[in-house]
């Protein structure tokens, strides 16, 4: 599966901000129809996030649409414009149930069918932003072969259970914790959070270090600035590989000796460190630094 240590949000009825957001060399780049649209302006950031997924060159960022939420009446309208250029993946918001999830992926798997494309390549993710998405976890990340990733709104989720939002993010750790637990439980990437303050970057930073190490593969990104720093914490550095390769060179001589556990720096390795260790040189893989 693709990094996407930061998915950056665009307004989809800007193309300009589309066009910039092309150029950074960001992993994923989401043009929004959702929330960054008002609605009167619905029709045509369809039609320019359409001709945006047709004409422009976003090098070697996948290229996601957010969709309105299901249920607003607008999502079924958002899948018809933007389906058939054939974007890496669509966004679904406010996922509450798996059901939200199948009804969207059979109308992926008609349009792929129709255009005798490869089934399954284009690619869901969920945003799990409300209580009810919450305890539902389980259900959304089994819905459906075509998820890939569960993305985290404490926004929205702040909002629908009457806490107060503050930078410490205890109001939202147990759901944000929640999240990344059942993505990992099922074989899916996990997103977090947006940072708000956008101009504060050693804040973003600090909650961008934090999520890597709860096991977040990415985070939410709204502003360019926001993305050096972002894929910077998203990616492992240079001794960290190099200790995960000796822990995964030395469990593999171990293991044709016939020995399980074994020392290494002073330290006990077993299965549960190797296996850290191999995940992290998946995500370095992915990131392009192996």
């Known amino acids: 599966m693709r990094a996407r240590r930061a998915m950056l949000y665009v307004p989809a009825n800007e193309r300009r901000k589309i066009e910039k957001a092309s150029a950074l060399d960001v992993d994923s780049v989401c043009m929004d129809l959702e929330d960054g649209v008002a609605l009167n302006r619905k029709n045509e950031a369809r039609q320019t996030a359409a001709k945006a997924l047709r004409t422009l060159e976003f090098g070697r960022s996948e290229r996601l649409v957010r969709i309105n939420a299901p249920g607003s009446g607008l999502e079924a309208d958002d899948l018809a414009a933007i389906l058939h250029c054939r974007p890496n993946g669509i966004v679904i918001p406010k996922v509450k149930d798996g059901d939200q999830i199948r009804w969207i992926s059979e109308r992926i798997a008609a349009v792929e069918r129709d255009q005798g494309w490869e089934a399954g390549a284009i690619g869901l993710l969920a945003i799990v932003e409300s209580a009810r998405g919450i305890v539902n976890l389980p259900h959304i990340a089994s819905a459906d072969p075509r998820l890939q990733a569960l993305i985290f709104g404490a926004e ?135």
């Open 156 to 290: 929205d989720l702040a909002g629908d259970i009457g806490a107060t939002r503050t930078r410490e993010g205890w109001e939202v750790f147990y759901a944000r914790s929640a999240l990344v637990i059942c993505a990992a439980a099922f074989g899916l990437q996990a997103i977090d959070m947006v940072y708000v303050e956008y101009h504060d970057l050693e804040g973003l930073r600090r909650e961008a270090l934090q999520g890597a190490g709860m096991g977040f593969t990415g985070k939410q990104i709204i502003h360019p600035d926001q993305v050096a720093p972002v894929q910077e914490a998203f990616t492992p550095g240079d001794e960290e590989i190099a200790r995960a390769r000796r822990i995964v060179e030395a469990h593999a001589a171990h293991q044709a000796a016939g020995a399980g556990a074994f020392a290494l720096d002073g330290m006990m390795v077993d299965m549960p460190v190797v296996r850290t260790a191999e995940r992290l040189l998946d995500r370095a893989r992915a990131a392009g630094k192996l």
